[in-house]
């Protein structure tokens, strides 16, 4: 392949520029030239993509966000719009494509695949719900995000006798909450994959404050009530003042870590080095510490669950 684009599409996550800049530099290395597409697939229908080169993707290393930007393009899943982008992608001579993002954003790549166009998946975004692989890009920092956010929330709830509600991301996934509480030290924590019971969560604060445990935070992941409502029926059940903090967007933003930079530039590398061989319709994952590969179609077969490990270990220890 002599061209090749990148894109990033969904929800932007910590990680993806280092991404881009791995891909950048390795496709210039195998003497590719590498074309940034802007703003996820809407770029390939709108035809706004440009050339990059060495200096393009210098200082990006660390940045939050995208600096090809991102989006939800509904016209995309359409055979009409898919056209359009095929033609500008033919016309510009793309030979293969880089797809950063989640799993809608692999339905992407696929179609793009099935039309003659190898593109290659690279799993990146914070909620950690891609199940073929261990980590997505983006989960490592936002849960030290959270993490950092709940010692804070911890300094106050102390101060104040209070209970906490900390409403975290994850879209369907559970482990921002799972691994965010299991490491912050949460005394109860709220998942869509298992089921909850409010009268337990309550009665398990009334048995802290038994103990003389005044302060306690609940870590409830999105999708599983608001922060607000079960913060007031904590207040209602327990006697005990409660308040909700709901992270939002904070959680997608800021520098990668170290290990999301390493993952970074690990899979994008991966990624451009399976486009010279001239592969499409993978995915790039890493299971054991080992990058690998799969097919788009059997990754997302694969269905999410969650480490019951992780699990049992936070119900014992969040007591
Ligand atoms: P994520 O990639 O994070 O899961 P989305 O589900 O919003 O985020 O998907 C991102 C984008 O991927 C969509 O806006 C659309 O452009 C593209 N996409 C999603 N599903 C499909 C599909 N079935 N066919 C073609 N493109 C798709
Ligand atoms: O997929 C990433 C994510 O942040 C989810 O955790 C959340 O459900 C969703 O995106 C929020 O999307 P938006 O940025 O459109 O509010």
């Not at 482990?175 to 309550?202: H, K, T, V």
């Amino acid at each position: 392949m002599k061209k090749i684009g990148i894109l990033t599409s969904g929800g932007d996550a910590p990680g993806m520029n280092a991404c881009i800049r791995a891909a950048v530099r390795t496709a210039i290395y195998h003497g590719m030239t590498p074309i940034g597409i802007e703003c996820g697939f809407r770029g390939l229908i709108e035809n706004k993509m440009h050339e990059m080169d060495l200096r393009s993707v210098g200082d990006i290393i660390n940045r939050g966000g995208t600096m090809l930007k991102t989006a939800r393009c509904l016209e995309f899943k359409t055979k009409e719009w898919q056209a359009v982008a095929l033609n500008n992608i033919r016309e510009r001579g793309i030979e293969g494509i880089v797809v950063i993002g989640g799993d809608g954003s692999f339905q992407g790549a696929q179609v793009l695949t099935n039309y003659g166009i190898p593109a290659i998946g690279i799993p990146g975004t914070i909620d950690n719900d891609l199940a073929y692989t261990d980590y997505t890009l983006g989960f490592d920092t936002a849960l030290n995000t959270i993490l950092d956010a709940i010692r804070k929330i911890r300094d106050t709830m102390t101060s104040h006798d209070r209970v906490s509600v900390v409403e975290v991301m994850g879209n369907k996934c559970g482990d921002l909450a799972l691994y965010a509480g299991l490491i912050g030290g949460a005394e109860s924590i709220i998942i869509p994959e298992r089921e909850w019971n409010i009268d337990y969560i309550c009665a398990n604060l009334l048995r802290g404050k038994e103990r003389g445990k005044m302060a306690s935070i609940v870590l409830l992941a999105e999708g599983c009530g608001s922060g607000h409502e079960v913060s007031k029926i904590i207040e209602e059940r327990t006697g005990m003042q409660a308040r909700a903090t709901v992270l939002g967007h904070i959680q997608r933003g800021g520098a990668p870590s170290a290990r999301d930079t390493q993952l970074a530039s690990m899979f994008g590398f991966y990624a451009v080095n399976l486009l010279d061989k001239g592969l499409g319709g993978q995915v790039v994952g890493i299971k054991d510490d080992q990058i690998f590969h799969m097919d788009i179609h059997s990754a997302l077969k694969i269905e999410h669950e969650v480490n019951n490990n992780i699990y049992n270990l936070a119900n014992v220890l969040c007591i």
